[in-house]
């Protein structure tokens, strides 16, 4: 999708989203040569607090190649907001509903026509605490080996400085001023799943590859390593309620 075809509601998003995030944060963008010029593709990108998909979405604008993104559904219920969300073609996820399957033939849909998807293959705001990616889910390893379409991992830091998650509290922490990191790398090399049965072996396999670079390039970008597992809150909390009973039977 070239600039000119970014249409009347993303571009009325942008108008009111650019000015205050151009005002309030610094920017340290990296790695847009890797955002495809033209034909689908799909972006992956990590997840740590509900302002990182502007932070994100400003990044890629700034490209020429606007993403469709994957957003709850109860969003697009939110006066203006779900009128902005449908106009510019963004993909209401329904979880655990006879609609769920919707949003992944509308990403295939999308991405074979020519378009950009953006994926958070964790499904939600990390839960890491030391705020690293977690275990991904495969939606993002199922489109792309469906479409055979590049992955384009995407990490980024400085928006969860600015609005941490799940904090106890609701602070906004605008000052001093944060810097949004965004660095997008080359595409995930996921040939060696393709023309493959997408057993959940594989789709396990390509979702690690796709959850490794983006973590590979938060690292970069942080200037740590991380965890040599990656989180995973469903073992996680699994525990903590294994825990919680073996507690209760003292």
């Known amino acids: 999708m070239s600039r000119r075809r970014i249409g009347f509601w993303y571009r009325l998003a942008a108008v009111i989203a650019k000015p205050p ?22 972006t992956a990108v990590n997840h740590n ?3 990182d ?8 604008y700034n490209t020429g190649r606007v993403p469709r993104l994957l957003a709850k559904a109860g969003l697009f219920k939110v006066p203006f907001v779900g009128t ?26 999308a991405v074979e026509r020519g378009e950009c998807v953006a994926f958070y293959p964790e499904g939600t705001l990390t839960r890491d605490p ?14 792309a080996l469906i479409t055979k379409a590049p992955v384009i991992p995407v990490a980024q830091w400085g928006a969860n400085l600015a609005m941490p998650p799940y904090a106890k509290e609701n602070k906004v922490r605008l000052f001093p001023r944060k810097t949004l990191q965004v660095l997008a790398g080359p595409p995930v090399d996921l040939s060696a799943y ?12 390509a979702t690690e590859a796709i959850m490794a670079d983006i973590t590979g390039l938060l690292e970069e970008l ?10 995973d809150h469903r073992k996680a909390r699994a ?11 003292k």
């Not at 502007?54 to 890629?60: E, G, I, M, T, V």
């Not at 902005?84 to 990403?107: C, H, K, M, W």
């Not at 393709?194 to 396999?205: A, F, I, M, S």
């Open 222 to 231: 942080r200037g740590q390593r991380a965890p040599g597992q990656p989180y």
């Open 49 to 51: 607090s509900y302002l």
């Open 53 to 60: 998909p502007l932070s994100y979405a400003h990044f890629q």
């Open 84 to 109: 902005i969300l449908r106009g510019s073609g963004q993909i209401p996820v329904y979880r655990e509903t006879t609609n769920a399957l919707d949003a992944f033939r509308a990403a295939v849909d």
């Open 130 to 143: 030391e705020m690293w990616p977690m275990a991904g889910k495969t939606g993002v390893a199922r489109v």
């Open 239 to 249: 525990e903590q309620r294994r825990n919680a009973a073996g507690e209760g039977d």
């Open 21 to 42: 995030l151009v005002v309030l944060f610094k920017r340290d963008w990296r790695g847009m040569e890797h955002i495809p010029a033209e034909g689908g593709f799909i």
């Open 194 to 205: 393709y023309d493959r049965e997408p057993t959940p072996e594989v789709l396990k396999g």
